[in-house]
């Protein structure tokens, strides 16, 4: 069984933070290279509700499988820092998809037009601006997350 919840934990750990560095070295600056800037971002916008369900799996994993470690373990303080950071994780990720998205993407349309007030795109930046230092946060902790799984993975 606990090798299973190492397994489980492994694969969530890898897919949340190759999605996002993926995404934010690869995928994205691709997008907005090589498409005009309105559709690059409706492109961008149609895959964040995907890129945050994926971070909202593997956060619960993570967090879960942490915790069986920290059960288990000798080593309960570096499984406490990582369920920890593991939480800070799923908190950056639950608030910029559930709290920023949506009010991003109701901003997204206006911000192109010709028409569009200052107000709309400085709201639009700032909402950008935040969504982005949550994705490094969530990146920063899963490097330390996989930090403390190099050293520490046997509970």
């Given amino acids: 069984m606990l090798s299973f919840v190492k397994w489980l934990y492994l694969m969530a750990l890898i ?3 190759g999605e996002l560095v993926f995404f934010s070295f690869v995928g994205a600056p691709s997008l ?24 909202y799996v593997c956060g619960i ?6 915790l069986v470690f920290l059960g288990s373990a000798a080593a309960r303080t570096w499984w406490s820092v990582n369920s920890f950071l593991a939480a800070v994780m799923l908190a ?9 998205l949506p009010r991003a993407t109701a901003l997204r349309p206006q911000i ?13 930046k700032r909402l950008h601006h935040l969504a982005v230092r949550l994705n490094v946060l969530v990146l920063v902790c899963g490097i330390g997350v996989s930090v403390i799984t190099a050293v520490r993975l046997r509970p």
């Fill in 32 to 55: 907005f290279r090589t498409f005009p800037p309105a559709e690059a971002g409706r492109a961008v916008g149609a895959i964040f509700p995907i890129y945050y369900s994926i971070g």
């Fill in 15 to 17: 897919v949340w933070v």
């Fill in 92 to 100: 950056a990720t639950l608030y910029a998809g559930l709290a920023v």
């Fill in 61 to 66: 994993i993570l967090i879960i499988a942490s």
């Fill in 112 to 124: 192109h037009e010709a028409t569009a007030a200052p107000e709309i795109k400085a709201e639009f």
